[in-house]
C-alpha cells in the first residue's frame, strides 16, 4: 500500500513496521529504498530475500544524523569527519570501521559499514521516528539500512509507483514523490586512511578533494597497489540494467548503426530506442524507432534516468541505443550507471 510521506500517521505506521522488524519502502532524494532496522538480522535477511540479493553484498545504513555515527562506527577518520559536515544530509555515502557486534548482517559480514544521511524530508521523518521510538523495554532504532528498492541487479526506482510495481500493494511505501537526484549515493570507502572511490555519484571526485584536501584515489588504484576495496552497493559489473539489452556508443557509431538498420525498423519489435545528450541531430530510419532526447545537463539526466529505462521496458522495447555519455566530472555518475547496465 502507498501511504502520504507528508502524513504524521504514515511516518507512525512505517516507523511500527521498522520497529516489528518489517519493510518499508522508503523515498530518498536519491532512490527509493527497501527498508528495515540495519540492528535486526532477521529484518535484513528479509531485504535479501525479497531483492534476490547474495547475503555478503553489502547494505548502506541510513541515519538521521552525525550523532548516530558512533553507534556504527568505531572510528571516523578527520577527513571524514569534514565530509559529514560538508555533504550530509545528502547523497554521500562514507564506509567506515564498523563496531563489533553492530549491524553485522547489513554490512554483509563485513568489519566495515556503509553509513548515509539522507535529505529527504520524508526520509528525515521517519528515521527521526524510529531513533524516537525507543523506550525503557525496546532500543531506539539507530539506523535504517535501505538497498535500493528493486529486484537486485535492475533499474533502480525513482517512484513510490515504481517500488509497488516490484514488490506488490502488500508492502507499505511512503510516497515521497520522485526523487530528485535520480541516481544512488556516491560512495568513499574511508578505511585506508585516504579517500577512495567506489561509486561515483553526484557528490563528485572533485568536491571531496576541496573538502578534505586529500586527492581522492580510485578502486583501481588501490587494487594495483595490492590493497583490496571493501565490497560496496552498485560496484558489481553487471547493475542497474532494464530487461532491454543496452548498448553504448558515440554520436557518429550511433548514427552508422541506425543507417545499417534500414528502414524495416519496428521500435516495439526490438529495434533501438535512442537516448541521447548530444546536440548532434541523428537520422532515424524509420518512423516506428522510439527516440528519447535526454537533457544535456548531467544532473538533470541522472534524475530522469532511471524513470526513462523503466518507461522503455514498460513499453516492451527489446534494445536500447545510447550516447556515451562525455567523459567529466559531472558526468560520471550517469556514465558509470550505464556502462554497468550495458554489461548485464
Not at 281 to 297: C, E, G, I, Y
Request: hydrophobic share 45%; glycine share 8%; net charge neutral.
Amino acid at each position: 500500500m502507498i501511504l502520504d510521506g507528508r502524513d504524521a500517521d504514515a511516518i507512525k505506521a512505517a516507523a511500527q513496521a521498522i520497529a516489528a522488524g518489517e519493510l518499508v519502502g522508503l523515498p530518498t532524494e536519491t532512490v527509493y529504498g527497501l527498508a528495515a532496522d540495519a540492528d535486526k538480522a532477521a529484518a535484513i535477511a528479509k531485504i535479501f530475500a525479497a531483492k534476490g540479493r547474495p547475503a555478503n553484498h553489502p547494505l548502506i545504513v541510513h541515519v538521521s544524523d552525525a550523532s548516530a555515527v558512533a553507534h556504527f562506527a568505531r572510528d571516523t577518520p578527520a577527513f571524514a569527519q569534514a565530509l559529514i559536515h560538508a555533504f550530509w544530509p545528502g547523497p554521500l555515502t562514507l564506509i567506515l570501521p564498523r563496531q563489533p557486534g553492530v549491524a553485522a548482517a547489513a554490512a554483509g559480514g563485513q568489519d566495515s559499514i556503509g553509513l548515509r544521511c539522507p535529505s529527504h524530508p520524508v526520509a528525515q521523518a521517519l528515521l527521526k521516528a524510529c531513533l524516537a521510538s525507543g523506550s525503557a523495554n525496546t532500543k531506539p532504532v539507530w539506523g535504517i539500512a535501505a538497498p535500493s528498492a528493486n529486484l537486485f541487479g535492475r533499474v533502480s526506482p525513482t517512484t513510490a509507483q515504481h517500488v509497488q510495481e516490484e514488490f506488490g500493494a502488500d508492502l507499505l511505501v511512503l510516497d515521497g514523490g520522485a526523487c530528485s537526484v535520480g541516481i544512488e549515493s556516491t560512495i568513499i570507502d574511508c578505511t585506508r586512511g585516504v579517500p577512495v572511490l567506489l561509486r561515483p555519484g553526484a557528490v563528485t571526485s572533485e568536491q571531496v578533494r576541496a573538502v578534505c584536501g586529500m586527492r581522492v584515489l580510485t578502486q583501481e588504484a588501490m587494487q594495483a597497489a595490492g590493497k583490496a576495496a571493501p565490497r560496496a552497493s552498485g560496484t558489481l559489473e553487471s547493475h542497474y540494467a532494464p530487461n532491454a539489452k543496452v548498448r553504448l556508443m558515440d554520436a557518429k557509431a550511433l548514427q552508422t548503426a541506425l543507417d545499417l538498420l534500414g528502414s524495416d525498423a519496428d521500435g516495439k519489435a526490438g529495434a533501438p530506442v535512442i537516448a541521447t545528450y548530444s546536440r548532434v541531430v541523428l537520422r532515424t530510419p524509420s518512423a516506428t524507432v522510439l527516440r528519447q532526447r535526454m537533457p544535456d545537463d548531467a544532473a538533470a539526466t541522472a534524475q530522469q534516468l532511471f524513470a526513462v529505462l523503466r518507461a522503455f521496458d514498460a513499453q516492451g522495447v527489446k534494445l536500447i541505443w545510447i550516447e556515451t555519455p562525455r567523459d567529466t566530472p559531472e558526468w560520471d555518475g550517469v556514465r558509470d550507471r550505464l556502462q554497468r547496465a550495458a554489461a548485464g
